[in-house]
């Protein structure tokens, strides 16, 4: 039987990656997308503050 093995970075990566999608599709519905859009890069993707 094959074992998966993933290191803490790749779950952490994957992790954020979901956030960021989930935080994108909020966006969908908020005025102004394209600056939530750039937050959720920030925040989620280049491991920015999330209070800033």
């Given amino acids: ?3 998966l093995f993933f290191s ?3 779950i952490t990566e994957r992790d954020s990656i979901e956030s960021y ?3 994108i599709s909020k966006c969908s519905i ?3 997308h394209q600056e939530c859009i ?3 890069v920030e925040v989620h993707l280049k491991g ?3 209070d800033e």
């Fill in 1 to 3: 039987m094959d074992k």
């Fill in 8 to 10: 803490s970075n790749q």
């Fill in 21 to 23: 999608f989930e935080c």
């Fill in 30 to 32: 908020v005025d102004g």
């Fill in 38 to 40: 750039t937050q959720c």
């Fill in 48 to 50: 920015g503050n999330k």
